[in-house]
């Protein structure tokens, strides 16, 4: 790895971090899940040039592609440019990513006697250091201006990638598992949280400031099973994660948990040790914080497609979003990732508006 860790310049703007640790704000801090990506015109003319997975792994394109958004909006944070389908590579799976059509895996797990195929234990300082450089260049090139974060899959949805071969409707063939393989499911998702804790850990020390692990396929999972096969990985990565820090001397730093579809259990997900619960664009604000309890960040939840509304929609939809929240414990940022076909200047609108927003006294 490169060794510029030492001596990254001082954060200027911390109210993420600050929010995130239930301290006052003077405003709402606000980032977007994708906002480094497709739905820009500069992101597409770099991807013109250089194939997904090569942007992936050269630390300067990530560096250049996670700066994008920040120099365009007034961003309370910046997300480091990856992509989560980096840890079925690292167990080496192949991972293509085919345009129109997104990533696909040409040879997914078939049967559970394919576990014995992933190359396990990993190395994830080997098998990942692109993405740790990467951090590590981009909190210089940052220049402190605002907080890094770094993330991952969690073990679930990383699991459906690799047994469905890609994006499901269903996730049949993963839930298969769940039903006729329970055992062998949790075998693989203990490989999958042993590598997710390795890696989100080096994030931490090559420079992340906060962490987001990504359940994007919660909702597939009805309460018994996501408290069977989703929960307890969650519960260890977040233990384990800053028990490896401790041990290492590193400072811990804040962490969310963002489980897409996961009414039904948010009263779990607010006691697992993770300091901001994310909530999509269905959750109901005030029913989320009942749930969840006080001492817990929330995070969201804007829909998506509201940025497609026209100027005056978003303002009054963003309004009515942060009136739900309340300014206590709270980052503002959409129900789920940004589409890549949003008008650039719409997401302008949204950002801008949460942080002119008047609370009242």
């Known amino acids: 790895m490169c060794d510029l860790k030492q001596d990254f310049p001082p954060l200027v703007n911390d109210t993420l971090l600050r929010a995130a640790r239930g301290d006052d704000v003077e405003r709402i801090p606000v980032w977007v899940m994708r906002q480094a990506g497709r739905y820009l015109p500069e992101f597409r003319a770099l991807r013109a040039e250089h194939n997904f997975f ?143 804790v390795d890696y989100l850990v080096e994030q931490v020390i090559a420079g992340a400031q906060l962490l987001q692990v990504f359940e994007s396929n919660a909702e597939y999972l009805a309460r018994e099973q996501f408290e069977e096969f989703s929960i307890p990985y969650f519960k260890t990565i977040s233990e384990q994660v800053k028990k490896q820090l401790e041990k290492r001397g590193v400072e811990s730093v804040p962490m969310t948990i963002f489980a897409k579809g996961a009414h039904h259990s948010l009263k779990k997900l607010g006691n697992i040790g993770f300091d901001i619960v994310g909530l999509d664009w269905t959750m109901i604000p005030n029913e989320a914080r009942n749930q969840v309890g006080p001492h817990i960040t929330l995070q969201g939840n804007l829909d998506p497609c509201a940025l497609y509304g026209s100027k005056e929609a978003i303002k009054k939809l963003t309004h009515e979003m942060l009136s739900a929240f309340g300014k206590s414990r709270y980052i503002a940022n959409l129900g789920h990732g940004i589409y890549p076909d949003v008008d650039p200047e719409h997401l302008k609108v949204f950002i801008d508006t949460i942080h002119e927003y008047k609370w009242s006294t």
């Open 54 to 196: 090569k942007i992936c792994q050269t630390p300067e394109l990530v560096a250049e592609v996670t700066l994008q958004p920040i120099r365009r909006y007034d961003l309370d944070a910046a997300i480091i440019f990856s992509d989560i389908l980096v840890v079925p590579q690292a167990l080496g799976m192949v991972v293509e990513m085919k345009p129109g059509v997104g990533p696909v895996l040409p040879e997914p797990l078939s049967s559970p006697s394919d576990i014995e195929k992933l190359k396990f234990p990993v190395d994830v300082k080997e098998k990942l250091g692109y993405v740790f450089e990467g951090i590590t260049l981009t909190r210089h090139k940052l220049e402190g201006k605002v907080p890094l974060i770094g993330f991952s899959g969690a073990p679930w949805t990383l699991m459906c990638y690799m047994i469905e071969g890609g994006g499901s409707k269903t996730m049949s063939k993963a839930k298969n598992w769940l039903y006729q393989h329970p055992n062998s499911s949790h075998e693989l998702l203990k490989i999958l949280t042993d590598v997710t």
